[in-house]
């Protein structure tokens, strides 16, 4: 069934990565008892690196459903249930008395009561804290992370509010139950026992190493801050496309009723949809435990599966269609900053996983257009100005949205950065965009100090906004959103 999926992907790919200005793409897509990959393109610009299928990078929320497949594992072995409360199962008093009763079902559906945040990063040379600290440590805080704390970490519990921090929460649950650190129990009851060799936790310990993800302008690609993750049991997983189709193929296994890392009726659990959750275009979704849902209604075409970024630079797409017997997991080192969001409906890894699952029912189509795979991707040159611009943007994003204090590494940023087209990189200035950063990261993570400085930034950046894919001519875009300010 594979044969002409690759193959078609395999001429695809090189197109797809060019009209979405995506430096690299891969893909693996895997049976019951096959798996296949493709790549296309550069796993780092400036040091002409291939991406392939084997090349490992942070997979973000990917992270969750691993986390997800430890828990079954522990209430398998009875040590916990969907329905057990979450102050039964970590240390007394770890999440103090502020947060409301809520089960590790409701946590793993992200219904625990936490606010949405997107993540929690640090330098990747900050201290490593244990999750159990770090949870407790948040509990005492009181605050979500994002733009200095302006909204209360504990909600009500039972709405769906999508949290890497409540996910986060499950794996201190995990760790405390298991009595070891949740990156050795998953790196041993899961990746090794599905055989992903190249697949560890960022859990401070140790440099995974990998791609070079791409915070983009236009077709200008500048290297995304290197970040680690606190909320690593939420987050902070490396993998690469092949590894974690290896995932994914032991779990299409299970679909057919052979244990494997949880038992069937674990997994029947894990993709039995809970709470309606918030869906593009209208299309009905579903939030199971630790993973996203498509609308059952669907029926033959009904899947599961997760979504999944990094910031500043990686975007993931992975699918399990359980009646077809079919499973796809692309990933793709790009980050549009000026439109923030990357839609599975335009994202180089979103289109291939969608397109394999289309393709391995019905076939490629007969006629594919010509795919000399050249960059199509098009936007306004570098200056002075506008490099100052790409500055004030990425330190907004880094020091006010996601909180990192320290000085980012700006003149290593900056040489990394590279025209995908092979454009005019004349006006690139390295001391404007790193004299950016230091003007947001001065008032970060102030929202409205912050918003201030998008605005004086003036019509000329929101029309430079707009030619780099922007969705609005507002320079401070997750401002409104996470902070409530004003846009």
């Known amino acids: 069934m594979l044969d002409d999926v690759m193959a078609a992907l395999d001429t695809v790919l090189p197109r797809l990565a060019a009209v979405t200005g995506t430096p690299g793409v891969a893909v693996a897509v895997a049976t019951s008892d096959d798996l296949r990959t493709a790549a296309t393109g550069f796993a ?15 997979a973000g929320s990917l992270t969750k459903p691993v986390t997800g497949l430890a828990f079954m594992q522990l209430a398998e072995a009875g040590m916990a249930g969907l329905d057990t409360p979450v102050d039964q199962v970590l240390p007394a008093g770890l999440r103090g008395r502020s947060a409301a009763p809520a089960t590790t079902a409701m946590l793993a559906a992200h219904q625990g009561g936490y606010s949405g945040d997107i993540i929690t990063a640090v330098a990747p040379t900050a201290p490593a804290e244990p999750i159990l600290g770090y949870v407790r440590r948040r509990h005492e805080t009181g605050r979500a992370v994002e733009y200095g704390g302006t909204r209360p970490l504990v909600t009500a519990p039972g709405d769906y509010s999508y949290s890497s921090f409540g996910v986060g929460v499950l794996g201190g649950v995990v760790e405390h139950l298991a009595g070891e650190p949740y990156a050795a129990r998953v790196g041993r009851e899961v990746f090794a026992a599905a055989g992903m060799a190249d697949t560890g936790i960022d859990d401070g310990t140790g440099n995974t190493g990998g791609a070079t993800g791409y915070a983009a302008f236009g077709d200008w690609c500048l290297p995304s801050p290197p970040l ?59 939030s199971g435990l630790t993973l996203e849902l498509a609308d059952p209604e669907l029926g033959e075409d009904w899947w599961w599966g997760h979504t999944a970024a990094f910031p500043w630079g990686f975007w993931w797409e992975a699918r399990v269609w359980p009646h077809r017997d079919l499973a796809a997991v692309a990933v793709g080192n790009r980050w549009d900053m000026a439109r923030f969001h990357n839609p599975a409906t335009r994202s180089a890894p979103g289109l291939a996983v969608e397109w394999a699952g289309r393709w391995a029912v019905s076939g490629p189509p007969s006629k594919l257009p010509d795919m000399d795979g050249r960059p199509r991707w098009t936007g306004p040159r570098p200056t002075p100005e506008s490099s100052h611009w790409m500055g004030v943007l990425v330190g907004e994003r880094t020091h006010g949205l996601l909180g990192v204090p320290g000085r980012l590494p700006v003149t290593a940023m900056a040489a990394g950065a590279r025209s995908l087209g092979g454009g005019d990189a ?62």
């Open 44 to 58: 780092d610009l400036a040091a002409r690196t291939p991406m392939t299928a084997g090349t490992v990078a942070p």
């Open 228 to 286: 680690r993750t606190a909320a690593f049991p939420g987050v902070g997983m490396h993998t690469s496309a092949a590894d974690f189709a290896r995932l994914l193929q032991s779990l299409l296994r299970t679909t057919r009723g052979e244990p494997g890392l949880v038992a069937p009726d674990s997994l029947a659990a894990m993709v039995r949809p809970r709470v309606a959750r918030p869906s593009p275009h209208g299309v009905r979704s579903f």
């Open 426 to 487: 004349d006006g690139w200035d390295p001391d404007a965009f790193g004299r950016g950063v230091d003007q947001a990261r001065a008032v970060a993570p102030d929202p409205a100090a912050l918003g201030v400085l998008g605005r004086e930034l003036g019509p000329a950046a929101a029309l430079w906004m707009l030619e780099c894919g922007a969705a609005a001519a507002d320079v401070t875009m997750p401002v409104g959103f996470y902070a409530g300010a004003p846009r």
